[in-house]
């Protein structure tokens, strides 16, 4: 969890960093003590971005296949427990009104922002807005890329993430420490269990399995792209979460894949990758902003 006070500006203060909860009790009594410790008389209203099937018009969780509980009911808790109006929506949207609003997608009339962490989650900017569908726009993570492939967490089989995530680093990871015990990888983990990670370092450092595995994930990634500008066509894409963290190790490979799979390349505006110009904080400064507009809506 990622929270702070934020300003109608996008300015962000008294930032608070915590590991992410496990259980549904902990999601609905950790995140709103943590709130509490951030609230003074000058504040206005609380905003809430929350991974999953967010309804923001009523501020439930529906449901999310990587996090526990559903149906849960953050805006009417927060309410009631704060007195203060509450904006809740899907974090991945909360990161791109925070980019298009003072990141590094403003002044973009149409972006796609996408966060790599455990799975993919994805924001879409149209007119200088989120857009949200009937609700729940935005899961690129569970487009089906290979059918035959690896079980998602969601249930199917061969969604984007289980290719593009975090996740699948780990996978990458632990396979190549079988492979080779005494690696760099290996090295890099030590006495803890292999993770994306520990891959990091091998690879700035040139170590061709752990360069090979941010390829895969790249390559994927941009495929996935490619699918996304025929669909919706946007002028950027922004690439966000844990995985961009490896930059061009990534996204070097991404833009390869994507200029290969792009459909009318060379006869269309070709989007822009870029990594995410927000750090960490990028959620929490989306879903402060929220808060400040749904009170100046009022």
């Known amino acids: 969890m990622v929270a702070g006070r934020v300003t109608p500006d996008g300015m962000i203060s008294d930032l608070i960093i915590q590991p992410r909860p496990t259980t549904a009790a902990a999601m609905l009594v950790d995140p709103f003590e943590i709130i509490d410790s951030l609230i003074t008389p000058s504040t206005i209203a609380i905003g809430l971005g929350v991974a999953g099937l967010v309804d923001n018009r009523t501020g439930r969780l529906a449901w999310g296949p990587n996090v526990p509980g559903e149906n849960l009911a953050f805006g009417d808790f927060a309410a009631d427990r704060f007195g203060l109006p509450v904006a809740v929506d899907n974090d991945a949207n909360c990161w791109a009104l925070a980019e298009v609003t003072v990141g590094v997608a403003a002044g973009f009339e149409h972006a796609v922002v996408l966060t790599l962490g455990t799975g993919i989650g994805g924001g879409i900017i149209t007119n200088g807005e989120v857009y949200r569908g009937s609700a ?3 899961e690129f993570g569970h487009m089906a890329v290979d059918p035959g492939g ?3 967490t969601c249930g199917n089989r061969g969604c984007w993430e289980t290719l593009v995530s975090g996740r699948r680093l780990d996978e990458l990871a632990r396979l190549i420490v079988e492979e080779e015990p005494e690696g760099a990888v290996a090295r890099s983990a030590g006495s803890d269990r292999a993770a994306g990670r520990h891959l990091l370092a091998p690879a700035l450092s040139g170590d061709r399995a752990a360069v090979e595995a941010y390829r895969q994930v ?9 699918s996304l500008a025929a669909v919706l066509d946007p002028q950027l894409f922004v690439i966000g979460g844990a995985v961009a963290e490896a930059d061009e190790l990534v996204l070097g490979p991404a833009r390869i894949a994507f200029l290969a799979a792009l459909e009318g390349a060379g006869h269309r505006p070709t989007p822009t990758i870029v990594k995410r110009h927000l750090g960490a904080a990028g959620g929490a400064v989306g879903a402060g902003l929220a808060g400040h507009r749904l009170v100046s809506n009022r």
């Open 136 to 138: 729940f726009a935005g």
């Open 150 to 152: 690896l079980v998602c």
């Open 218 to 226: 790249g390559d994927w990634l941009g495929r996935g792209l490619a």
